[in-house]
Each structure stands twice: as C-alpha cells, then as structure tokens.
C-alpha cells in the first residue's frame, strides 16, 4: 500500500511540474511579393510576434505547425516551400519583389526549411501544413533572427510547368506546442 502511495505523489509531483501549452498566432504582418516577369513566381512573406514566455530556458518547445489554405491549378500538383527570411522587413513600409533584398524575390535561408507541402488541383482549396519547429527554435535560441517566414512555390514546378498557386493569407497561423518544465 506504502508503494502504490508514493508511486501516485510521485506522479502527481511530476505532472504538476510538467505543463503543455499551445498557441496559435495569426501573422504581425503579411506582405505579397510577385516577380514582375513571371506572375506565378507569388511569395508570402509572414513575420509572428512570439510570446516572451516561448523563450524561458524550462520552456521546451515539441512543435511548430504553419498552416495556410493553398490551391494549385493548371497543373496536377504544386509543392510548396516554407523558409526562414535572413532580411528584416517587418519596419519596412511597401514591401516589392526588389529593392530591399540583397537577392530580389526575398532572402531566406534553404538550410532551415520548413518541410515542404504538396497541393493537388484536384483537391481544390486545402488547408496544408508545414512543420517549422527547427526554425522557430533557432529564433528562440538565438541562431537566427525572427525575421518571418517566406512561402514559395518550389523551383522546380516554376522552371518545368505552368503551374500556378494561390494562398490565402488571411488564413495563415503558426501553432506551437510547448512543456513547461518546472
């Protein structure tokens, strides 16, 4: 009886230490880019305000989930890229293809990739979801800056098809899961 006791205020202990926490954010700022050679070369760029309290050091982060409600058409399937921006232009008033980046089109960083989302015409409109959790993370502990994120069509449906995408930007969140380890 002693040892199912202790082995229940143990529990108890242990998981009132532990807390899970969950919150979605909607973008800070969003700001729609276009190559003006080639229109369906459409980039979202989308900055995120993270909670001070994402970055204690008992705060572990388990997941990072950006959603967003995409369509491919004129072509069977599209894939989606989601990457780290390397320039700040959150302060930035218009915000264009050119001008403010060292490379036009945005810069970002392929290293830190979300993972990359496919979109097929047949489905229509669909809420898809990239895992960001190592990007957010690298804000967090201080690799990289939080600049936002950047969503791309991938290069190789731009050189090889005709494919075309459309996001909706008011639909995009960023979800992250974290334990409180106290």
């Known amino acids: 009886m002693k040892k199912v006791l202790l082995t229940a205020i143990i529990f108890t202990l242990m998981s009132s230490a532990l807390s899970a926490e969950s919150v979605t954010l909607e973008p800070t700022r969003a700001a729609v880019i276009t190559r003006p050679e080639d229109t369906r070369d459409m980039r979202i ?4 305000v993270l909670p001070e309290n994402l970055s204690r050091k008992n705060m572990e982060i388990e997941y990072a989930m950006m959603s967003f409600e995409a369509q491919v058409t004129d072509a069977y399937m599209g894939q989606i890229e989601v990457y780290p921006v390397t320039t700040s232009w959150k302060d930035e008033g218009a915000v264009s293809w050119a001008g403010l980046w060292e490379k036009d089109g945005g810069d970002y960083s392929m290293e830190r990739a979300g993972t990359s989302v496919t979109a097929k015409s047949e489905e229509g409109e669909k809420k898809l979801r990239s ?14 800056d939080n600049n936002g994120l950047i969503i791309v069509l991938s290069d190789a449906d731009l050189e090889i098809s005709t ?4 996001l909706d930007r008011e639909s995009i969140t960023l979800k992250i899961q974290c334990t409180d380890n106290l």
């Open 163 to 166: 494919v075309k995408y459309q």
């Open 131 to 144: 895992n960001v959790t190592n990007i957010v993370k690298s804000w967090l502990h201080g690799l990289v």
């Open 45 to 48: 760029l989308v900055y995120f």
